[in-house]
Nanobody, 128 residues
Framework: QLQFVESGGGLVQSGGSLRVSCAASGFTLDNYDIGWFRQAPGKEYEGVACISDSGGSTYYVESVEGRFTISRDNAKNTVYLQMNSLKPEDTAVYYC?????????????????????WGKGTLVTVSA
C-alpha cells in the first residue's frame, strides 16, 4: 500500500523552529521530486519548498527562503522540512507530495494539482 505520512507539526511561538518529516512506504522516493505544500484556513494550497529526486536541487517560495530548508534521505525514504524563524502567517496544514516529470522545481511547486501522491498533512500553528 502506497503511503505518505507526515509528522512533527505542533504549536510553536513566533520566532521558533520546527522540523516536519514525511516518510514514504510502499514505494521508493528516490525516483520522485518531492514538495512541501501548505494550506492555511480559507486559502489555496501553496508550494513552499521542492527538492529534486537526487536532492541536488531545491526551490523555495520567496516568503520562506532563508528560513526553511528542505532535505531528503533516500536511504530512509524520508523528506524533511526544517522551519526556522517561524511567523504566525506560516500557520497551516503542511503536506508532502511526490511527482515525476516536471521540468523545473519552480514549476512543480506552483502546481499542487499535478502531484502523484499526497500525505494527509500535519498542522503547524505559530502563535504571536
Amino acid at each position: 500500500q502506497l503511503q505518505f505520512v507526515e509528522s512533527g507539526g505542533g504549536l510553536v511561538q513566533s520566532g521558533g523552529s520546527l522540523r516536519v518529516s514525511c516518510a514514504a512506504s510502499g514505494f521508493t522516493l528516490d525516483n520522485y521530486d518531492i514538495g512541501w505544500f501548505r494550506q492555511a484556513p480559507g486559502k489555496e494550497y501553496e508550494g513552499v519548498a521542492c527538492i529534486s529526486d537526487s536532492g541536488g536541487s531545491t526551490y523555495y517560495v520567496e516568503s520562506v527562503e532563508g528560513r526553511f530548508t528542505i532535505s531528503r534521505d533516500n536511504a530512509k525514504n524520508t523528506v524533511y522540512l526544517q522551519m526556522n524563524s517561524l511567523k504566525p502567517e506560516d500557520t497551516a496544514v503542511y503536506y508532502c507530495a511526490a511527482v515525476r516529470g516536471f521540468t523545473t522545481l519552480q514549476e512543480m511547486c506552483a502546481m499542487a494539482n499535478a502531484m502523484d501522491f499526497w500525505g494527509k498533512g500535519t498542522l503547524v500553528t505559530v502563535s504571536a
